[in-house]
C-alpha cells in the first residue's frame, strides 16, 4: 500500500504498508502487524515486468495520461502493488509486479 509519493514528501513523512494474506486474526503485538481487508472495488492494473526503479513511471502514468484520458476518479483508498514473482527467485529484469490503482 503506498499512501505518498516519496519524490514529493519528506523522507521521515514517506509511509507505506506491507501487506499478506492470514487465515486468522492477528492479535495485538508490539510489531504494529494488525488485521485490514481490501476493499472490493474497481481498479486500473498494469502489470509491471523488470526492475523495481522503474515502477514509478508507471505509477506515473496511471495517475496522468492514463487517468486523464479515462472516464474513471481516483477512489479514496491507496494505490496498491502485488508482487507475483520477485529477486532471487527470478532475475531482477523478469521480476514481476502488479500496480493496482482504484477507480470508481
Excluded at 513511471?57 to 508482487?83: A, G, I
Aim: with cysteine; glycine share 2%.
Amino acid at each position: 500500500m503506498l499512501y505518498d509519493d516519496p519524490k514529493l514528501i519528506a523522507q521521515e513523512d514517506f509511509r507505506f504498508d506491507l501487506c499478506c494474506s492470514v487465515n486468522r486474526e492477528v492479535d495485538r503485538n508490539e510489531y504494529g502487524v494488525f488485521n485490514s481487508v481490501i476493499p472490493e472495488g474497481k481498479c486500473a492494473v498494469v502489470r509491471h515486468i523488470g526492475s523495481d526503479d522503474t515502477i514509478d513511471q508507471v505509477v506515473n502514468f496511471l495517475f496522468s495520461d492514463w487517468l486523464r484520458n479515462s472516464n474513471f476518479k481516483v477512489r479514496d483508498y491507496p494505490l496498491f502493488l502485488e508482487r507475483v514473482s520477485f529477486f532471487p527467485e527470478v532475475p531482477e529484469s523478469e521480476m514481476i509486479t502488479d500496480i493496482y490503482l482504484p477507480i470508481r
